[in-house]
Nanobody, 121 residues
Framework: QVQLAESGGGLVQAGGSLRLTCVAS????????MGWCRQAPGQARESVAE???????YYGDRVEGRFTIFRDNAKIKLYLQMDSLKPEDTAMYFC???????????????WGQGTQVTVSS
């Protein structure tokens, strides 16, 4: 049984920063990658960032250069450092984990419950 629990969301002014944390528990040794996605009301879920077991990181075009994904050495905690936040970054942010290294960007096998990020202008 795998569980993912996000925290760190909140309200921040444009230009500010937040750090999201995802704590993974259960059978995490089979993960090929972990990542963050977001979904704003009325919009499709969007891939934000992903990090593979080998440490390679990938970012969505809209966050490249502003967000950084990283994790602890035990691969239990996943982080998303978000800097230079914009109002359009407002969304529910979800942590996800993949088993298949060839899965498509949004094809996560496990999801957390999400944490809300709101950026005011």
């Amino acid at each position: 049984q795998v569980q993912l629990a996000e925290s760190g969301g909140g309200l921040v002014q444009a230009g500010g920063s937040l750090r999201l944390t995802c704590v993974a528990s259960g059978s995490i040794d089979n993960f090929s990658s972990m990542g963050w996605c977001r979904q704003a009301p009325g919009q499709a879920r969007e891939s934000v960032a992903e990090i593979t077991n080998g440490g390679s990181a990938y970012y969505g075009d809209r966050v490249e250069g502003r967000f950084t994904i990283f994790r602890d050495n035990a691969k239990i905690k996943l982080y998303l450092q978000m800097d230079s936040l914009k109002p359009e970054d407002t969304a529910m942010y979800f942590c996800g984990a993949k088993l298949n290294p060839h899965a498509r960007p949004l094809d996560y096998d496990y999801w957390g419950q999400g944490t809300q990020v709101t950026v005011s202008s």
